[in-house]
């Protein structure tokens, strides 16, 4: 790891000081995923039949949902319609641990975009969205609200995709409020007229926008630094961070200072959501009074962790600190996982199309039979998730004594071996919560459960999916290795 590296890392556990308030368009992204084999007898359109779905914040919300997965304290102020859409967010929202309400107007349509999947291939994006301007008594329902949050934040951020909900007077009236409380301005913006942004203290455009805004070309570093200097004279913002996709982000400051950061994605799958994370950690830095440069770095950092996922993504801070580390994503370390990682890594590997598979245990003093039972569990599916029995649900069920090993040493041990791609430690009795949030296509269990005792096999069959009773290897047992260790130590001490 490289010096400029290193000190980057402790700067990540910083950010869980940072406390950031997002206004903005909030979006609900539908997936629908499945397979084509044939063409329709109506038209000559494909037929997709749909095996799963998924649904998570999109726009200002992904912004959102970057900062709470860095670990910041997120306050979130925002508008959606009367409708499902509606409802879905404000739950989304709450699941994110996130403590407002968006607000509702009566008439708008919450913004919906809902994507047709067959396999890796987007086939198809329905829209569904209201895109006027917000009604006064929205927008004054919605600067009181701003008011309030701001208080308890370090900074803000405006997150703008052109759906209405930041007319150019909201707008104003937000930037001038987080100056006048000596806020932090993080703006990702949105068309060609930046006027409405101005006095903001970063601003985050994309190669694009910054070309169009500016009405400069961008091709070169060169010319990415004079168009961002031209905007930074034109409507006075303390910086402009260009992001640049393949060729990295670009830091220009007022004070005249430019800076490259070369892209840090080894394999670019998909930039959507990449702007959202760079807003969010460039913010959440800040918040904390990390300084320009190395917030952009951190950003950098987590923006190449996000396309090099597929479909709207997060970086969580243990992402990115594996990164600055160069751990890879098959490391043991980076395979241990608490139950809202797995859920988006399980959602990036679906949208690469593979089949998840599931089991779990306590796997204490982990012996053949166990290896065995892993070994046919990743044999039917791409990626398996095991969920291991904390330290206190193996004590409930199996009494005193358990389990010999702590769940980290058990997590760590699982967690090395090949056949095993994520393990999540969780506190319930029973899996059931895990399998519910994370629909697996297969679920494993060993052959001494008959199949009416496996805990969530009539969820899975519910929805299409698969249970496996895997073979059992005979005359391996942890409970009877123990018992037999007991019988060794009476025959030593007597």
Same mark, same amino acid.
């Given at each position: 790891?490289?010096?400029?590296?290193?000190?980057?890392?402790?700067?990540?556990?910083?950010?869980?000081?940072?406390?950031?308030?997002?206004?903005?368009?909030?979006?609900?992204?539908?997936?629908?995923?499945?397979?084509?084999? $044939?063409?329709?007898?109506?038209?000559?359109?494909?037929?997709?039949?749909?095996?799963?779905?998924?649904?998570?914040?999109?726009?200002?919300?992904?912004?959102?949902?970057?900062?709470?997965?860095?670990?910041?304290?997120?306050?979130?102020?925002?508008?959606?319609?009367?409708?499902?859409?509606?409802?879905?967010?404000?739950?989304?929202?709450?699941?994110?641990?996130?403590?407002?309400?968006?607000?509702?107007?009566?008439?708008?349509?919450?913004?919906?975009?809902?994507?047709?999947?067959?396999?890796?291939?987007?086939?198809? $994006?329905?829209?569904?969205?209201?895109?006027?301007?917000?009604?006064?008594?929205?927008?004054?329902?919605?600067?009181?609200?701003?008011?309030?949050?701001?208080?308890?934040?370090?900074?803000?951020?405006?997150?703008?995709?052109?759906?209405?909900?930041?007319?150019?007077?909201?707008?104003?009236?937000?930037?001038?409020?987080?100056?006048?409380?000596?806020?932090?301005?993080?703006?990702?913006?949105?068309?060609?007229?930046?006027?409405?942004?101005?006095?903001?203290?970063?601003?985050?455009?994309?190669?694009?926008?910054?070309?169009?805004?500016?009405?400069?070309?961008?091709?070169?570093?060169?010319?990415?630094?004079?168009?961002?200097?031209?905007?930074?004279?034109?409507?006075?913002?303390?910086?402009?961070?260009?992001?640049?996709?393949?060729?990295?982000?670009?830091?220009?400051?007022?004070?005249?200072?430019?800076?490259?950061?070369?892209?840090?994605?080894?394999?670019?799958?998909?930039?959507?959501?990449?702007?959202?994370?760079?807003?969010?950690?460039?913010?959440?830095?800040?918040?904390?009074?990390?300084?320009?440069?190395?917030?952009?770095?951190?950003?950098?950092?987590?923006?190449?962790?996000?396309?090099?996922?597929?479909?709207?993504?997060?970086?969580? !801070?243990?992402?990115?600190?594996?990164?600055?580390?160069?751990?890879?994503?098959?490391?043991?370390?980076?395979?241990?996982?608490?139950?809202?990682?797995?859920?988006?890594?399980?959602?990036?590997?679906?949208?690469?199309?593979?089949?998840?598979?599931?089991?779990?245990?306590?796997?204490?003093?982990?012996?053949?039979?166990?290896?065995?039972?892993?070994?046919?569990?990743?044999?039917?599916?791409?990626?398996?998730?095991?969920?291991?029995?904390?330290?206190?649900?193996?004590?409930?069920?199996?009494?005193?004594?358990?389990?010999?090993?702590?769940?980290?040493?058990?997590?760590?041990?699982?967690?090395?071996?090949?056949?095993?791609?994520?393990?999540?430690?969780?506190?319930?009795?029973?899996?059931?919560?895990?399998?519910?949030?994370?629909?697996?296509?297969?679920?494993?269990?060993?052959?001494?459960?008959?199949?009416?005792?496996?805990?969530?096999?009539?969820?899975?069959?519910?929805?299409?999916?698969?249970?496996?009773?895997?073979?059992?290897?005979?005359?391996?047992?942890?409970? !009877?290795?123990?018992?037999?260790?007991?019988?060794?130590?009476?025959?030593?001490?007597?």
């Amino acid at each position: 790891m490289t010096a400029e590296k290193a000190r980057l890392v402790p700067m990540v556990s910083r950010l869980r000081k940072a406390r950031v308030l997002t206004v903005g368009d909030v979006m609900l992204d539908h997936f629908h995923y499945g397979s084509v084999e $044939r063409i329709s007898p109506e038209a000559p359109i494909p037929v997709l039949r749909v095996e799963r779905e998924t649904t998570m914040l999109g726009g200002a919300g992904n912004v959102v949902r970057n900062l709470v997965a860095l670990g910041a304290e997120a306050r979130f102020v925002t508008v959606v319609g009367d409708d499902d859409g509606g409802r879905t967010v404000a739950t989304q929202i709450k699941d994110q641990g996130v403590p407002d309400h968006p607000i509702v107007e009566i008439g708008r349509r919450t913004s919906t975009k809902t994507r047709y999947i067959a396999g890796v291939q987007q086939v198809l $994006r329905a829209d569904r969205e209201t895109t006027v301007a917000l009604r006064d008594d929205a927008k004054a329902e919605l600067l009181a609200a701003a008011r309030n949050a701001i208080r308890d934040c370090q900074a803000l951020v405006i997150s703008d995709y052109g759906k209405g909900v930041l007319s150019n007077d909201v707008l104003m009236a937000l930037i001038e409020m987080a100056r006048k409380a000596k806020k932090t301005v993080v703006i990702d913006p949105k068309g060609v007229d930046f006027a409405c942004y101005r006095g903001a203290d970063v601003i985050t455009p994309n190669r694009r926008e910054l070309a169009d805004a500016a009405a400069m070309p961008t091709n070169t570093d060169d010319e990415v630094i004079a168009a961002a200097q031209h905007l930074i004279k034109e409507h006075g913002f303390g910086a402009v961070i260009a992001t640049r996709s393949a060729d990295g982000m670009t830091v220009v400051t007022a004070k005249g200072t430019a800076a490259h950061l070369p892209a840090e994605a080894r394999e670019v799958f998909d930039v959507s959501g990449a702007g959202d994370t760079v807003v969010a950690a460039v913010a959440a830095a800040v918040a904390v009074g990390i300084g320009l440069a190395e917030a952009a770095a951190l950003a950098n950092v987590a923006a190449g962790i996000v396309v090099g996922k597929v479909g709207t993504a997060v970086a969580y !801070a243990a992402d990115v600190i594996g990164t600055l580390h160069h751990q890879d994503l098959t490391s043991a370390e980076a395979k241990l996982l608490t139950p809202k990682q797995a859920k988006d890594r399980i959602q990036v590997w679906r949208r690469g199309g593979r089949k998840i598979g599931f089991t779990n245990g306590c796997f204490d003093l982990l012996h053949p039979g166990h290896l065995s039972l892993l070994k046919q569990a990743k044999a039917a599916c791409d990626r398996l998730v095991v969920g291991l029995n904390s330290d206190a649900s193996v004590a409930r069920f199996k009494g005193d004594g358990r389990p010999v090993q702590s769940e980290a040493a058990r997590a760590t041990v699982l967690a090395s071996l090949e056949t095993v791609d994520a393990v999540v430690i969780f506190e319930d009795d029973t899996p059931l919560a895990l399998i519910e949030a994370f629909r697996p296509d297969v679920l494993v269990k060993g052959a001494d459960y008959d199949l009416a005792q496996v805990v969530g096999a009539d969820v899975v069959k519910g929805y299409g999916g698969r249970v496996l009773l895997a073979k059992l290897e005979p005359g391996y047992s942890t409970s !009877a290795t123990i018992a037999k260790l007991g019988g060794n130590k009476k025959k030593e001490s007597a």
